[in-house]
Structure formats: C-alpha cells, structure tokens
T-cell receptor
Framework: GAGVSQSPSNKVTEKGKDVELRCDPI?????LYWYRQSLGQGLEFLIY????????KSGLPSDRFSAERTGGSVSTLTIQRTQQEDSAVYLC???????????FGPGTRLTVL | GENVEQHPSTLSVQEGDSAVIKCTYS??????FPWYKQELGKGPQLIID?????GEKKDQRIAVTLNKTAKHFSLHITETQPEDSAVYFC???????????FGKGTHLIIQP
C-alpha cells in the first residue's frame, strides 16, 4: 500500500519568508510525528499528533514553528520568518497508534538562503 | 530527557562478515527500541525493533539484543551484503507523545 508522502520534496526559500510543509500519513494511522534531521543535531523529535490533537508542543524549536492536523489525516508544519539555521530535512512519520512502529516519509529538504 | 549514544560512527566490514552496532540509553522508563536504515536521499526505514519485555529478536540476517539492566541494545547483521551499506540509527522511546530519541547514526560500509 501507499506509504507516508511529503511535499514538496525540496524547498528553497529566502531568509524571512514563511514556508509550509505537508505530510500525508498512511491511511488509517492515527498517530503522526514530525522530526528534523540536520548535520549538527542529528534526528530531532519536534511534535506528535494523536488524531488532531498535539498534547505537547515543547519540542518545536521556536515560536516561529507551528503544526496542525485536520480531519485526523494530513498535517502541515509551518515555519514563519525562516532563518538559515532552519535549513534541514523535515521528516514525517505515522503510526497505527501512539505505541506502535513509526513509518517515515521521504522528507522535505528545506534550504534557507 | 532521554539520551541515546551510538557506536561506532563508522563501521567497515568485508562482504560476508558480521557487523555489530551498539547503543546505550539513559532513561530506564524507555520501553521501545527500533532500528532504522537510511539510504542517501531517503527517509529512515524501520528494519527491526524490540520492546523491553523481550531480550532478543531475530529476522533473517538481522538480530537485536536488549540488556535492560545495563541499558544497552545492539544490532547484529550477519552475512553482510553490498546492499546493507547505509546509515543505521538506533532509537529509544516511552511511546505515545514521547516520540523517538535517536542515536547519531552509524555509517556501515560493506567492502567487496
């Protein structure tokens, strides 16, 4: 079946612009996770959704980052006023439930010039 | 919070030999330990996982062992093949909103 999909695959933006990253989880998966992968920080957990609810947003790097999930399916990660240190690969994963295996999408490579 | 250490950072083995990657974790409440394989330009792929009520799990050429007392777990790959070349990540979690805490990764190189 179809895996986790993410769009765009690559995004180049100028410092100060806003960007929106999209994640389509595996159909029926109720849990959704966002991670960031960078050379300096490795793989970092950002936020978790169970259904449409994100109980803990403390993993988001700054208040310029926000995420939402609607209809228990698609999720978007928004970065406002992008900075060069936001350059990274943003990965999304989904799971049948919060205590099950996580399956990752291919990621969105964000480059902030 | 949880801290996961992974060694070695690079591992080169001859094709057909075995490879072992080791990880330690700090939070005794962690109960789920997956291993991921990541190829260039792709997302991490789950290859095997283990939960804290099990000491060992095997799937064909891949096995994982867990020592809860020492808080360490290892990935064993036998009869390595060229397609095993990739970066491998270990992770630990308490599940749910906890997310996964990853090690820094091991670049596995299979020499022909």
């Amino acid at each position: 079946g179809a895996g986790v999909s993410q769009s765009p695959s690559n995004k180049v933006t100028e410092k100060g612009k806003d960007v929106e990253l999209r994640c389509d989880p595996i159909s029926g998966h109720t849990a959704l996770y966002w991670y960031r992968q960078s050379l300096g920080q490795g793989l970092e957990f950002l936020i978790y959704f169970q259904g449409n609810s994100a109980p803990d947003k403390s993993g988001l790097p700054s208040d310029r980052f926000s995420a939402e999930r609607t209809g228990g399916s698609v999720s978007t990660l928004t970065i406002q006023r992008t900075q060069q240190e936001d350059s990274a690969v943003y990965l999304c994963a989904s799971s049948p439930g919060g205590y099950n295996e996580q399956f990752f999408g291919p990621g969105t490579r964000l480059t902030v010039l | 919070g949880e801290n996961v250490e992974q060694h070695p950072s690079t591992l080169s083995v001859q094709e057909g030999d075995s490879a072992v990657i080791k990880c330690t974790y700090s939070d005794s409440a962690s109960n789920y330990f997956p291993w991921y394989k990541q190829e260039l330009g792709k997302g991490p792929q789950l290859i095997i996982d283990i939960r804290s009520n099990v000491g060992e799990k095997k799937d064909q050429r891949i096995a994982v062992t867990l020592n809860k007392t020492a808080k360490h777990f290892s990935l064993h790959i036998t009869e390595t093949q060229p397609e095993d070349s990739a970066v491998y990540f270990c992770a630990a979690s308490k599940g749910g909103a906890d997310g996964l805490t990853f090690g820094k990764g091991t670049h596995l190189i299979i020499q022909p």
